[in-house]
C-alpha cells in the first residue's frame, strides 16, 4: 500500500484542482449537439462524488482515492485466487520456466 | 471521461458487437498474463518440496512464480496509478479539458497483454462504481482504451523503438495511440447513427491531437520516474 501513496495523493488533489470543464468527447457532444442522447450513467459513486457528501470537493478527493484503492485491489485480489488457483509458489522457479522433463 | 462513451451513444448491434470481441481479446489477454505469472512444474520437484506427494504420477502442475506474484503487485499499483491520473481533468483549450488514458504507459511498463488488462480493469471499476462510460458501452471502451491505447500502443511503440530512442517512441506512441482510439471512438459513435460521422471524426481527432500531446508528456515523465524503482 505504500506505493500507492503518490496515486493517492494524485486523486484527492485531483477532487481539488482538476478542470471541471468537458473533456474530449464531452465536450465534442456539447459542440455538437448530441449530448443529450447520453443516459446518466448510475453506480454507488456515480459522477466521482460520495453520495451523502453532495458535490463538494472533499467528496470528490474522497470518491477518487475510494477508486484508487477499489483498481488496486482488483489485482490483490487476483494475486489470492491465482495462489489458491495454481498453488503455492516455489522458491527456485521463475516466470517461464519450464522444467518438463520427467 | 475523454473518451470513455456514455450509455445512448451507440446502438445494441454497435455495443453488443464491440462487447463480444473485447470480451474475446481480453479473454486471449488473460490467458498470456496467466502464463507469464505461472510456471510448469514437474511433479517429482513438487513432491521433493513436500507437496504433493500423493500425485506423483501426474505429469506437471502450474504454480504461482516469485516473478510472477511480483509482476502481478506491479499491475495493481499500475492500476491504482492509472484510475487516479484519470481523475486529474487537466484544461486543454477554452471550454475542454483532457485527463491521461495510460495505455502506452502500462504496455511499456508492463508489457502489452499486462497493460491491456489493467485499463480494461480500470475502465470496468470506473463503468461500475462510478457511472463513467456506459455499462453497456463497456465494450466499445475497452477495444478503444485497452485493445487500441495499450495493445496498438505497444504495437507502435515497437515499430519506433527500432529507429528511435525509448522515450521518444513512447511519446510518439501515446500520441498517437489516443488520436486513433479518438477516431475508432468517432466510427462506432458515426455507426451506431447519433450523429454524422463527418461531423464527429474531425472533431474528435482535433480535440484528441491536443489531449494527446499531454498524454505524450506525462507517459514520458511517468516512465522516466519508475526507470529508477523498482515496481
Known sequence: MKKLFLPLSIAALAGFFASQKPDG?????????????????????????????????????????????????????IIKIAKRHFGEKHETLHSGACADNN | MVMHIPDGFLDHKTSAGLMGAAAAILGFSFAKVASAVTALVPQRVLAAAGNALGNVQTAAKRVLTEDGEKKLRGMAVIAG??????????????????????????????????????????????????GDGGKMALGANIINMAVIGALGGYALFSGFNRFLSKMNSAALAAW????????????????????????VFPAMVKTHCLIGIVEAFITVAALKYYEKRPL
Open chain 1, 25 to 77: 468527447l464531452d465536450s465534442v457532444a456539447q459542440t455538437l449537439g448530441f449530448a443529450g442522447k447520453a443516459r446518466e450513467g448510475a453506480g454507488p459513486l456515480s459522477g466521482y462524488h460520495i453520495p451523502f457528501l453532495g458535490e463538494s470537493k472533499l467528496s470528490a478527493a474522497l470518491a477518487g482515492i475510494i477508486g484508487t484503492i477499489i483498481a488496486y485491489c482488483i489485482f490483490a485480489a
Open chain 2, 81 to 130: 496509478w492509472i484510475f487516479a491520473a484519470q481523475t486529474f481533468n487537466f484544461p486543454i483549450s477554452s471550454g475542454t479539458s483532457g485527463h491521461l488514458l495510460g495505455g502506452v504507459f502500462a504496455a511499456v511498463l508492463l508489457g502489452p497483454f499486462e497493460g491491456a488488462t489493467v485499463i480494461a480493469a480500470v475502465l470496468a471499476v470506473q463503468a461500475v462504481f462510478f
Open chain 2, 176 to 199: 498517437a495511440s489516443v488520436v486513433i482510439a479518438a477516431a475508432a471512438c468517432s466510427m462506432e459513435i458515426g455507426y451506431s447513427g447519433t450523429i454524422e460521422f463527418s461531423k
